[in-house]
C-alpha cells in the first residue's frame, strides 16, 4: 500500500471525520432533496415565516445557554476521571436555575414586547408563535449541551445516532403534519418541529443525566460562568451580524424575498454543516494536544484543506441550483437564488474558517477575544446589512454578509500568527 493512502488510513481525525460527515452528510443531502416538496408544501410567504421564526430561535438559543457549552468541553477534559461527573452537574444546575430566571423574568413580565417591534415587522407574527419561540429556546439549549457532551467524550457514534434520529422523526412528523393538518403551514411546521424534537432529545438524555455525579461545586459553576461569558457576549453581539440580515430584510424587503434569501440559505448552510463535522472531530483533540506549534502546523494544514474542499463544494451546489429550476424541481419563482446563492456560500466558508482559528481562544483561555472581534465586525457589518437591504435588496445584504464574513477570518488569522510568533520567539 503506498506511503500516502498509508497515512490517510491512519489519520485520527480523518477517519472521525469520514465518520460524522457520512452521517451529516446523509442529514444535509436529505434536507437538500427534501427541499422542493417543502417548498410545494408552503407558499413563499409561509416558508419565508418559518423559516424566520427558526432563524430567532437558533440565534438567541446561542444566548440563553450562556456559552456554557464551551466551559462542558473544556472543563470535562481537564477534570479527574471522578470529578467529569461534578462538573457536568454543576454546569448543567447553573444554566437550569441561570435559564428559569433570566427567560422566567423575561416572558412573566412581557420584557419581549419591547422587542417585537424590532424582531418582527408585525407583532401579530410573533404572538402567534410566542409560546413556541419559548419552547424552541429551551430545546435549543440543551440539545447544544448534549451535543457536546458527546463530543467531549467523543462518543462519535451517540452524535451520529442523534443527528440521524432526528432527521428521521423530525422528516416523518414535518411531511405528515404538512400534509394532514391544515390551517397556516409555518405554524403547523414549527409545531411539529418541535415535538419531534422534544422526542428525540427524552431519548438521548438518559445517558446524559447518567453520566453525572451529583454533587455542586461552586468554584467549577464559577470558573464557568468566566469561560462561557465571553462566548455569550459574543452571541450577543453575534446577533447584529448574523442575524442583521434576516432583521433589515424582514423590515425592508417583502416576503417573497425572505423566502428566496432562506433557500439560499440552505445552500450555504451544507457548507456549514460540513465544517460543524469536522470541527466535532477535530475539537476534542486539539484541546488535548499541549503542543502548540503541533497544533499550529495541523491547523494550517487543515486551512488548505478545507478552503480548496469549499470552493468544489460550491461549485457543484450551484450547478445543481440550476439544474433543479432547470428542470422546475424547484419552482423558477425561486430563480433569483442562483444570483445570490454564491455569496452566501463564500460567506459560510470565510465564517467556517473563522470557527476553526477561533478553537485558539479556547485553548489559550483567551475567549474574550471573540467579544472584542464581535464588537469591531458589529459595527462595520450592521451598516453594511442596512444599507444593503434598503438600497439593493436581498442581494446588497448577501454581499454584506461576505464582507462581515472575510473581516473575521482576517481577525482570528492576525491574532492566531501574532500569538504564535511571540510564543515561537521565546
Known amino acids: 500500500?503506498?506511503?500516502?493512502?498509508?497515512?490517510?488510513?491512519?489519520?485520527?481525525?480523518?477517519?472521525?471525520?469520514?465518520?460524522?460527515?457520512?452521517?451529516?452528510?446523509?442529514?444535509?443531502?436529505?434536507?437538500?432533496?427534501?427541499?422542493?416538496?417543502?417548498?410545494?408544501?408552503?407558499?413563499?410567504?409561509?416558508?419565508?415565516?418559518?423559516?424566520?421564526?427558526?432563524?430567532?430561535?437558533?440565534?438567541?438559543?446561542?444566548?440563553?445557554?450562556?456559552?456554557?457549552?464551551?466551559?462542558?468541553?473544556?472543563?470535562?477534559?481537564?477534570?479527574?476521571?471522578?470529578?467529569?461527573?461534578?462538573?457536568?452537574?454543576?454546569?448543567?444546575?447553573?444554566?437550569?436555575?441561570?435559564?428559569?430566571?433570566?427567560?422566567?423574568?423575561?416572558?412573566?413580565?412581557?420584557?419581549?414586547?419591547?422587542?417585537?417591534?424590532?424582531?418582527?415587522?408585525?407583532?401579530?407574527?410573533?404572538?402567534?408563535?410566542?409560546?413556541l419561540i419559548l419552547i424552541g429556546l429551551v430545546i435549543s439549549v440543551f440539545s447544544c449541551m448534549l451535543i457536546y457532551f458527546y463530543i467531549a467524550n467523543e462518543f462519535i457514534s451517540k452524535v451520529q445516532a442523534y443527528n440521524v434520529l432526528r432527521l428521521l422523526v423530525g422528516v416523518s412528523v414535518a411531511l405528515f403534519a404538512l400534509y394532514c393538518v391544515s390551517g397556516n403551514k409555518a405554524d403547523v411546521r414549527m409545531k411539529s418541529y418541535l415535538f419531534s424534537e422534544i422526542l428525540v432529545i427524552l431519548l438521548?438524555?438518559?445517558?446524559?443525566?447518567?453520566?453525572?455525579?451529583?454533587?455542586?461545586?461552586?468554584?467549577?459553576?464559577?470558573?464557568?460562568?468566566?469561560?462561557?461569558?465571553?462566548?455569550?457576549?459574543?452571541?450577543?453581539?453575534?446577533?447584529?451580524v448574523n442575524f442583521s440580515d434576516k432583521f433589515f430584510i424582514e423590515k425592508y424587503c417583502s416576503l417573497t424575498d425572505m423566502s428566496v434569501y432562506y433557500v439560499s440559505l440552505t445552500y450555504g448552510g451544507i457548507i456549514t454543516a460540513v465544517f460543524a463535522a469536522f470541527q466535532n472531530a477535530w475539537l476534542p483533540l486539539f484541546l488535548k494536544e499541549r503542543d502548540v506549534m503541533t497544533n499550529f502546523y495541523e491547523t494550517k494544514k487543515m486551512l488548505k484543506t478545507l478552503f480548496i474542499s469549499f470552493i468544489f463544494l460550491s461549485v457543484v451546489l450551484w450547478v445543481m441550483q440550476y439544474v433543479f429550476i432547470l428542470c422546475r424541481i424547484i419552482d423558477e419563482k425561486y430563480y433569483r437564488?442562483?444570483?445570490?446563492?454564491?455569496?452566501?456560500?463564500?460567506?459560510?466558508?470565510?465564517?467556517?474558517?473563522?470557527?476553526?482559528?477561533?478553537?485558539?481562544?479556547?485553548?489559550?483561555?483567551?475567549?474574550?477575544?471573540?467579544?472584542?472581534?464581535?464588537?469591531?465586525v458589529s459595527f462595520i457589518g450592521v451598516p453594511l446589512y442596512f444599507y444593503g437591504a434598503k438600497l439593493y435588496g436581498i442581494q446588497g445584504v448577501s454581499v454584506a454578509g461576505v464582507i462581515a464574513g472575510f473581516l473575521y477570518f482576517s481577525f482570528y488569522l492576525l491574532f492566531v500568527c501574532s500569538k504564535i510568533n511571540i510564543l515561537a520567539r521565546r
Open 337 to 376: 437564488v442562483l444570483m445570490i446563492s454564491p455569496f452566501q456560500m463564500i460567506s459560510s466558508m470565510f465564517l467556517s474558517l473563522s470557527g476553526l482559528l477561533s478553537n485558539y481562544t479556547i485553548y489559550w483561555n483567551m475567549t474574550y477575544i471573540t467579544t472584542v472581534f464581535g464588537i469591531i
Open 1 to 131: 500500500m503506498p506511503s500516502i493512502f498509508r497515512e490517510l488510513k491512519n489519520d485520527v481525525i480523518l477517519n472521525r471525520f469520514a465518520r460524522i460527515i457520512g452521517v451529516d452528510g446523509f442529514v444535509k443531502v436529505s434536507g437538500f432533496i427534501l427541499l422542493p416538496i417543502y417548498l410545494k408544501l408552503m407558499t413563499q410567504e409561509e416558508y419565508a415565516e418559518f423559516s424566520y421564526v427558526m432563524s430567532v430561535v437558533s440565534t438567541f438559543g446561542l444566548i440563553f445557554n450562556f456559552g456554557l457549552y464551551v466551559p462542558q468541553v473544556k472543563l470535562y477534559q481537564d477534570a479527574d476521571e471522578k470529578e467529569k461527573g461534578s462538573v457536568l452537574f454543576t454546569i448543567n444546575i447553573t444554566l437550569l436555575v441561570m435559564l428559569v430566571l433570566v427567560l422566567g423574568a423575561f416572558y412573566i413580565f412581557n420584557l419581549d414586547n419591547s422587542v417585537i417591534n424590532l424582531l418582527f415587522s408585525s407583532s401579530e407574527t410573533y404572538l402567534r408563535h410566542r409560546f
Open 204 to 240: 438521548f438524555l438518559r445517558c446524559y443525566v447518567k453520566e453525572m455525579r451529583f454533587k455542586f461545586d461552586i468554584d467549577i459553576a464559577m470558573k464557568s460562568l468566566q469561560l462561557g461569558g465571553p462566548i455569550m457576549t459574543s452571541a450577543i453581539l453575534g446577533i447584529f
